[in-house]
Each structure stands twice: as structure tokens, then as C-alpha cells.
């Protein structure tokens, strides 16, 4: 287990970014988390690479790149430019995705793979050994602020049981309608990694919020 809280700058102020990622360097937050969208494999447009190079820019934490677009392989190289330590692509969107995995480990990036919520986790058991990261979303991609789907637990005690059996070392990050009121929960499931958009931003101290998020991993881990 890993414990790795992701606090998603989707929900920044985006008039404001440099202040949210100052902000996000002096907090306890281990990874940025970024959520690339194209409209076309989700339903909205959130930006692309001057504002991944942008956050970078002032980022003092690693860009953990959530990628949710149509036929990736086109622009690995360009996230590995501007800044992406995790590369993270869904299995739903790659026609190729043992190539695709492979590409982004040779730019020298870590690799992950989402499943869509529809999307079982015994389609990644012949890919396990290859990703360093499975990222399970909790809600349909596309928007921050939505509900969580209580599905995801089952999700992640499978994926963790197919690790097990496989010998697969991989970080299991979990992403959308993350809060300190699930989070415990879903790092006793067996999660790693949590993203979490809205209910940082929204807070009224960002900074303690996440606070809160890594003091429930220590209980977790003493659990
Ligand atoms: O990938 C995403 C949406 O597709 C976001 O990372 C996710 O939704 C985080 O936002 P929130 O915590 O507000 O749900
Ligand atoms: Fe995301």
C-alpha cells in the first residue's frame, strides 16, 4: 500500500492556477493530478498541453497524468514534453494497449491503464505485470463533482486478488467522488491512491482538507 493522495486540478481556479498549484505545493498532496479531455472519448473539453506545461511550471510535485482521450498514442511523447510523470491511459480508448504501455515506459514515464466504470478488472490479467498503475474510475469520466458508484469497492478487492495471483506490483488509484467520508473505505479495499477534484476545491481550507485525507491513510495503515 502506497497512500498516495492526488488532489485533481480540475476543480481549480482556473483563472488562478498558478495559486491552486502554489497552494497544492504546500500541501500535504503527493501527486497533481491532471485530467486531459478531447470531447470526443468523454463529453467535455478540459485542456491540453500549454496548461499541463503550465501547472508543471510551477509544480514542486509529480504530474500524474489522467488521459481521457481517443487513440493516445499519438501524443505520449508531447505529455512526456510537457511534464507527465504517470501517463495514464484508458483501456476503453487503446486498440493496442500492451504497445501503447510500452511506449510510455520507454519515454520513461510510469504507466497506467483506467477502467470506465462498466469495465471489469479481469481484462487487465494479461497486462498486469507490464502497468505500474490501474487507475478504477469511481464515477463515468468527463465532469468532477459526481457521485460515487459504491461498485467501485467490489472493483478494487477483485483487482487486488487478480495482483495477488498474478504477482503483479501495481498502484491501485481510485478517481472521482473521493471524500474524507469514503476514503478510508476504499484504502481498506485495498486502494493506494486517491484523487480527489471537488471535495479539496471545495473545501474551505484545501490545505486541511487534504490533511484530513492523509490522516486517514495513517489510520489505515495502523488499521
Ligand atoms: O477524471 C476525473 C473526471 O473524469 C477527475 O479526476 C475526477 O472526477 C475528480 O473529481 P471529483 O473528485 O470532483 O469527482
Ligand atoms: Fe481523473
Known sequence: MKHIIAPS????????????????????ADWLHVDVMDGVFVPNISFGFPVVAAINHHAKKPLDVHLMIVDPDRYLEDFKKVGAKILTVHYEACTHLHRTIAKIKELGMKAGVALNPHTPVSVLEDIL?????VLIMSVNPGFGGQKFIENTYNKIKALRELCAKRNAEVIIEVDGGVNKHNALALLKA??????????????????????????????????
Open 129 to 133: 505485470e507490464d502497468v505500474d498503475l
Open 9 to 28: 486540478v480540475l476543480s481549480a481556479d482556473f483563472a488562478n492556477l498558478q495559486d491552486d498549484v502554489e497552494m497544492l505545493n504546500e500541501s500535504s
Open 190 to 223: 485495498g486502494a493506494d491512491a486517491l484523487v480527489a477534484g471537488n471535495a479539496v476545491f471545495s473545501a474551505e481550507d484545501p490545505i486541511a482538507e487534504i490533511a484530513e485525507l492523509k490522516k486517514l491513510n495513517i489510520e489505515a495503515i495502523q488499521a
